[in-house]
């Protein structure tokens, strides 16, 4: 049980274009569904929080007009990276919460690869 | 400013024997405690959470929780080269945020 999925797995993409990508609880629904970009050899840096149904909740530095989120099912989060540019390149993991006694434990998504040009 | 504090590594250890990760976490209210796992190029893997202060115990794996020392390990037995990864330690309190650690790399001497 609670599996994640993310699509695609790994894109390239030329500098200025938007890429989208989606997580997905295939076996749960998720209250809760987190966005992290990690950088080689570095660590997980939270980059927002999102509930089905509202606006997400974006940490300090991150820029909301730039990695939209939309959380529109309990099942389906998404992040759209708009005009990427090359330093947007990273790997980018969702990972998702379950309601009830352990809704603090997340369960990763296996990460998209992301390549701007 | 919460905080989760681990030993970078690289931590060898020989095949076989026990592996010994440790965190420690600065904030007294934390009441979750989660281990990850993360192979190279790959996303984080939970592989423990504990709540409570003492052992828990999951096939090769346990986790220690002392709350009074703010502190948390992860025991790894009969070490498998399939080990050797990044270990995350990851803390919170209901309704908060996560706070990871920046991870352990464990290396499993064949």
């Known amino acids: 049980g609670a599996v994640v999925s993310q699509h695609p797995s790994r894109v390239i993409c030329k500098s200025g274009t938007s890429v989208k990508i989606e997580c997905r609880s295939l076996?749960?629904?998720?209250?809760?569904m987190f966005w992290y970009r990690q950088f080689p050899k570095q660590s997980l840096m939270l980059m927002a929080t999102s509930n089905e149904g509202s606006k997400a909740t974006y940490e300090q530095g991150v820029e909301k007009d730039k990695f939209l989120i939309n959380h529109a099912s309990l099942t389906l989060s998404t992040l759209t990276v708009t005009s990427a540019h090359p330093e947007d390149s990273s790997f980018y993991i969702c990972?998702?919460?379950?309601?009830?006694?352990?809704?603090?434990?997340?369960?990763f998504g296996p990460g998209t690869r992301l390549t701007v040009l | 400013q919460k905080e989760v504090e681990q030993n970078s590594g690289p931590l060898s250890v020989p095949e076989g024997a026990i592996a010994s990760l440790n965190c420690t976490y600065s904030d007294r209210g934390s009441q979750s405690f989660f281990w990850y796992r993360q192979y190279s190029g790959k996303s984080p893997e939970l592989i423990m959470f504990i709540y409570s202060n003492g052992d828990k115990e999951d096939g090769r794996f346990t986790a220690q929780l002392n709350k009074a020392s703010q502190y948390v390990s992860l025991l790894i037995r009969d070490s498998q080269p399939s080990d050797s990864a990044t270990y995350l330690c990851?803390?919170?309190?209901?309704?908060?945020?996560?706070?990871f650690g920046k991870g352990t790399r464990l290396h499993i001497l064949p």
């Open positions: 990972s998702a919460s379950i309601a009830g006694v352990h809704a603090d434990t997340q369960y």
């Open positions: 076996d749960f629904q998720a209250t809760t």
């Open positions: 990851a803390v919170t309190s209901t309704g908060d945020k996560i706070i």
